[in-house]
């Protein structure tokens, strides 16, 4: 689902990624770990195509993305990769329904199917009766719900999660934690998470270290 290829990343004199290959097959969730400044959120971003690479290759879902133009690579991020950050960045004035149809809608979908699939999706996630509240009315641990039902809402390829459970209560993040499980055992959903909770890293299916730019054997 996920290969690279002697992945570079650059910013000015500074080298974030010194040559990353990285293979992740459809249906693993994979935890990527290691300190501060290794470069997780940079291969993240890199994955998620919200960043070219400085030099390589990134293979998703069997498409060179590296040579996509900026608006085919807007079109490929929109249907094929769904993000979940720490903090959920759910839009205030929309109901949890409106949310999760946006990157539907934004795709031009059918709006029948795009509402008919959001429904679905909350009602797996164990929203459904939170539909019309908003975020203020919404607990963390639902919006959290609410925000992965919007990155799943086009089907994606892959499933990408920058600290999903960081801002989160003890329970609410346990709950979370086994949620991208469920996702991976009914949907055969990609997903690929950089975390620095332990807990969620040991669940995985597999750990990749980062330290310094590199993947540590």
Same mark, same amino acid.
């Given at each position: 689902?996920?290969? =690279? ?7 000015? #004199?500074?080298?974030? $990624? ?8 459809? +249906?693993? *969730? ?10 997780? =959120?940079? $291969?993240?971003?890199?994955?998620? #195509?919200?960043?070219?690479? =400085?030099? +390589?290759?990134? %293979? ?7 040579? /996509? ?6 079109? &490929? ?5 769904? &993000? *979940? &950050?720490?903090?959920?960045?759910? /839009? ?7 949310? @999760? ?19 679905? !999706?909350?009602?797996? !996630? ?11 009315? $919404? ?51 990609? @997903? @690929? ?6 807990? $969620? ?8 270290? %980062? *330290? ?6």
């Amino acid at each position: 689902m996920i290969e =690279t290829k002697d992945v570079h990343k650059s910013f000015g #004199t500074l080298e974030v $990624l010194k040559g990353i290959d990285l293979r992740i097959d459809k +249906g693993e *969730v994979v935890s990527i770990v290691g300190p501060s400044g290794a470069g997780k =959120t940079t $291969l993240l971003q890199i994955l998620g #195509t919200l960043s070219r690479p =400085t030099s +390589g290759e990134v %293979m998703i879902d069997g498409t060179p993305v590296q040579m /996509l133009s900026d608006k085919q690579i807007s079109k &490929f991020r929109n249907t094929k990769i769904g &993000f *979940v &950050f720490q903090f959920h960045h759910l /839009l205030p004035e929309f109901t949890a329904m409106e949310n @999760v149809c946006i990157p539907g809608y934004i795709a031009r979908r059918d709006r029948t199917d795009v509402e008919r699939q959001a429904r679905e !999706l909350l009602e797996m !996630l164990g929203m459904e009766h939170r539909t019309e509240h908003k975020p203020a009315e $919404l607990s963390g641990g639902e919006q959290q719900r609410v925000a992965i039902a919007r990155a799943l809402i086009n089907s994606p390829a892959v499933l990408l999660a920058d600290e999903p459970s960081g801002n989160l209560d003890t329970k609410n993040k346990e709950e979370i934690h086994k949620l991208f499980f469920t996702l991976r055992d009914t949907l055969g959903q990609t @997903v @690929v998470i950089v975390t620095h909770d332990e807990q $969620l890293a040991r669940m995985s299916d597999r750990e990749i270290m %980062m *330290v310094d730019g590199w993947i540590r054997p």
